[in-house]
């Protein structure tokens, strides 16, 4: 799950919060359980209606950044506010933003709910339209809108606990956002019905007259809630609605971005205990817990190696960051390849965890193949961790060792003088790409999902064991896979065809980017192509495009020099660092203990706890705070 944290370059100015006023929710004291949605519903229920069109207004001030593009949390298309609204329908995502409902209309009909910005965020009208009235969840096998790589979220039967309907499950980035904005909706509409269809009924309960969430609800949404916490968007949004000043804004807060622990005094772990606000962190000055909990690294957190030569090691680091414990952690490997993982150190103190301590995890493979155990980090004190780890075995010079680049796959959108390296062939309109590490002798239709920000993909073990290398050889290129095959066109059909021999291409790069990859001679005219049935084949008549990806990371030694071009941000939790070319990237915390270090990448990303970190560019030194 991506966290959410703030990371603010010391010598930038950032966005001058207003913070919550003095008294804001003094109701709530002493207070406890549903009462205390009782006394915010008195304190936020009674607000500035804008009105529906009043909303496109509103979004000026809370849903856009400097430059004034949407904040979109159903997709990654780049819209203008007001020139981009959706005024004449759309056909496809990234047309046009329009305003969707988290809790649908049809759940409560007519009313002020239409028209709360806390509720009402502008999307993507397309993936709007897809996820419908459907209820919130999480689906492991969900559809993405078209399957266009820009869309986010994903539509399925729910894979969570207490409802097996058909949900749709936003991007982990905004699950926390859209979680506080259902919290927000008990509150303040605490004496409105959403139960006016049958998939309200899902999500809320209508007792005495009063507004809560179901069981389910309530498991989906804190769990969110933790995972995910208040983001610097949010605190932005929050007092751009509340802005007393503007006569377009809302005039009231989200108490649970203001006080996200007031969640936990409801529906958690504090539900019974009464509130003394005096003692609650507000967000505005970081998130902080009185009870015993792990806030870094969550359960679910997977740490893939790649691919590692036999006897030889691969390290991976994460921090262990605890708040409010007294008793020691324990960690451990179990599982069936447990001997081909080591992790450094196996005791944590209570004292480190609350400082926030490195661990190392070594891979280092005795046979090929591929690898998987289970991290567990546990103490008396808290819920297990469990943490999923993976890697692949692989003999010395076989593709996907110790000589693939340590770098992402960045778009090649012009033809290069030197076509060596690591590769991935993409259909980027279906998010799919060719996988080089076939499982099966049905070559075209072996792919994988790849999900593409910026014109690019992250590299992780999935997407290096499907990377294929090109090589110029006499007479054309070749494209072997990481099992030394060779992939290309020969007279059998227009399929794709392996070899342990080499099989002759021609490639070549479109000026808008697309690969040419086609066969020699008198096969030239088939091309490579994604086809409408879904699979990669090679044709006479063009269908879906293919683009290449290739792997950062090749570059010479000089790559400890001092790098000026690059862009240092927070994405939703994540601490980014996006560079012109390759860079060596190491973190260390404020004591000087090395975090994280990456050699040879263009896009570095990494989630950290709350603290003050160096971060090296090159020869470079950053001060960064996560708060």
């Known amino acids: 799950m991506k966290k959410h944290f703030f990371l603010i370059a010391l010598c930038i100015s950032a966005w001058a919060f207003a913070d919550t006023p003095d008294n804001y929710y003094v109701s709530v004291n002493g207070k406890s359980g549903d009462a205390i949605l009782d006394a915010l519903y008195s304190k936020v229920a009674d607000h500035n209606d804008v009105g529906y069109d009043g909303l496109y207004v509103l979004y000026k001030y809370t849903d856009t950044d400097a430059n004034g593009i949407v904040y979109d949390i159903y997709s990654s298309c780049n819209f203008t506010i007001k020139t981009d609204e959706c005024s004449s329908g759309y056909k496809k995502v990234c047309d046009c933003y329009n305003r969707e409902h988290t809790v649908p209309q049809s759940w409560f009909g007519s009313g002020l709910p239409k028209s709360d910005v806390f509720n009402v965020y502008p999307t993507d009208g397309k993936v709007n339209n897809q996820r419908g009235n459907y209820p919130y969840g999480e689906c492991a096998n969900g559809q993405k809108c078209d399957d266009n790589s820009k869309a986010k979220g994903r539509l399925g039967a729910s894979t969570f606990s207490g409802y097996s309907g058909k949900v749709f499950e936003p991007d982990d980035e905004f699950k926390g956002d859209l979680a506080r904005s259902y919290f927000y909706m008990c509150a303040a509409y605490r004496t409105t019905t959403f139960l006016k269809s049958s998939e309200g009924e899902v999500v809320f309960t209508y007792n005495d007259k009063k507004t809560n969430l179901t069981q389910y609800a309530i498991n989906l949404f804190m769990k969110w809630h933790r995972e995910d916490p208040v983001s610097e968007k949010e605190l932005k949004r929050n007092d751009a609605a509340y802005n007393l000043n503007n006569s377009d804004a809302q005039h009231n807060r989200n108490p649970f971005i203001d006080y996200p622990e007031l969640a936990e005094y409801i529906w958690g772990n504090k539900k019974g205990e009464k509130v003394d606000l005096s003692k609650l962190k ?88 591929k690898h998987t155990a289970t991290l567990t980090i546990s103490s008396s004190e808290v819920v297990d961790v469990v943490m999923e780890l993976s890697g692949t075995g692989r003999l010395a010079g076989t593709g996907g060792g110790d000589e693939m680049p340590d770098g992402d796959y960045v778009k090649v959108e012009s ?149 000026e071009g690059y862009t240092i941000r927070a994405l939703q939790g994540e601490v980014k660092i996006e560079l012109k070319e390759p860079a060596s990237v190491s973190v260390y915390d404020y004591m000087g203990r090395l975090v994280v270090t990456r050699t040879a990448v263009s896009n570095f990303v990494y989630a950290l706890p709350q603290g003050l970190y160096i971060v090296r560019i090159g020869q470079k030194a950053e001060k960064v705070l996560v708060r």
């Not at 967000?283 to 997977?302: E, F, H, L, N, R």
């Not at 001997?339 to 005795?366: C, H, M, N, R, W």
């Not at 002798?441 to 790849?450: G, L, P």
């Not at 290449?548 to 790559?559: A, C, F, I, N, R």
């Open 282 to 369: 507000n967000a505005y000055s970081g998130v902080s817990y009185d009870y015993p909990i792990v806030v870094q690294p969550s359960s679910g957190t997977k740490i893939g190696f790649g691919s590692v030569n036999i006897n030889e090691k691969n390290t991976q680091s994460f921090t262990l960051k605890a708040a409010a414990v007294t008793k020691d952690f324990t960690l451990t490997v179990s599982g069936t390849h447990s001997d081909f993982f080591v992790v450094s150190p196996s005791k944590v103190t209570a004292e480190q965890a609350l400082a926030g301590q490195p661990v190392a995890v070594i891979y280092q493979p005795t046979q090929t193949g």
């Open 415 to 563: 033809t290069p003088s030197d076509w060596k390296g690591y590769y991935l062939i993409v259909n980027e309109q279906s998010g799919k790409a060719l996988n080089g590490d076939r499982g099966n002798e049905n070559a075209d239709k072996s792919m994988i999902s790849v999900e593409i920000n910026d014109n690019t993909i992250v590299a992780d073990e999935t997407t290096n064991n499907a990377a294929f290398v090109i090589e110029e050889v006499s007479g054309g290129f070749t494209i072997k896979a990481t099992d030394d095959m060779y992939y290309g066109i020969t007279e059998n059909g227009n399929k794709i065809n392996i070899s342990n021999e080499q099989i002759l291409n021609d490639i070549s790069i479109s000026a808008s980017g697309d690969a040419i990859i086609s066969g020699t001679g008198s096969l030239s005219e088939r091309k490579l192509n994604y086809n409408t049935a879904g699979y990669f084949r090679y044709y006479t008549n063009p269908q879906k495009p293919v683009q290449l990806y290739k792997k950062t990371g090749d570059v010479p030694s000089e790559l400890n020099n001092v790098v």
